[in-house]
């Protein structure tokens, strides 16, 4: 799903925000990437998203490398693709269900069926109760739930969480990593940033870890 060899980004100013990246990331795996703040994480979250280019090395993702103004090509990239933002990314004023549906509308699907694979997303996460509340009378935590249902609903061949558990207590944490987790699938890989460490389950995770855009597997 992805293969990453040597792969480096720095920004127009200068930043050198990873630096010779190789990983590679194949269906069905859960990785989780960890590090201090400003070691890169949400960075090379962008390269899959292709929201940046690599500056040097060679990055695939579902095979397939991209370069900048190829627009046609990127978006339909991101059809495949299940993006949880740090900050949500919700439209105010729209309910929880609509938010879900609005993320599906360029997939081809009828009316009918985006809302059904919508409801059954909104249920996975537990706010089928919510479906017509706007969101932003909502907590952060069902806001978070939301965008994670948003997600999911298409069925992405990857889905990359930044930071999902951000402000939540333990209980609620290991909640949203049990959810993300269970996402993967024989057609689908989750990637997972965090800094929470002592709430990635332990034994069969596999954890990589970036310092100052170095980046080591544990
Ligand atoms: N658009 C940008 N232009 C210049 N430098 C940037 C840009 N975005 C991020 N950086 C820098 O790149 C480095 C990596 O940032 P990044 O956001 O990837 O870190 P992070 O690991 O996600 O941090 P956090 O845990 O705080 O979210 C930091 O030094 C940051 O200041
Ligand atoms: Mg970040």
């Known amino acids: 799903m992805i293969e990453a060899k040597n792969v480096s980004l720095q920004y127009a100013d200068g930043t050198l925000a990873l630096h010779s990246i190789s990983l590679s990331v194949k269906a069905g795996e859960l990785v989780y990437i960890t590090g201090p703040s400003g070691s890169g994480k949400t960075s090379f979250l962008k390269l899959i998203m292709v929201m940046e280019f690599p500056t040097s090395g060679s990055l695939k993702i579902l095979g397939q490398t991209y370069a900048r103004g190829q627009t046609g090509r990127i978006r339909q990239l991101r059809r495949s693709l299940g993006p949880v933002f740090q900050d949500f990314k919700l439209v105010k004023g ?21 809302k059904k ?3 059954e997303a909104l249920a996975r996460v537990g706010l089928e109760h919510k479906a017509n509340t706007p969101v932003e009378n909502m907590s952060w935590g069902e806001n978070q739930r939301i965008s994670i249902a948003r997600a999911i609903a298409r069925k992405p061949a990857i889905i990359l ?18 959810l993300l987790s269970s ?16 709430l990635i389950p332990q034994n069969q995770s596999r954890i990589i870890r970036l310092n100052s855009g170095v980046m080591e597997e544990a």
């Open 183 to 198: 996402c993967k699938d024989s057609n689908t890989a989750v990637i997972i940033t965090t800094h929470a460490t002592h």
């Open 94 to 114: 729209r309910s929880a269900l609509e938010n879900i549906m609005l993320g599906m509308r360029f997939l081809g699907l009828s009316y009918s069926e985006i």
């Open 161 to 178: 969480a930044d930071e999902p558990t951000g402000n939540l207590d333990k209980e609620n944490a290991i909640k949203i990593l049990d």
């Open 117 to 119: 694979k919508s409801q």
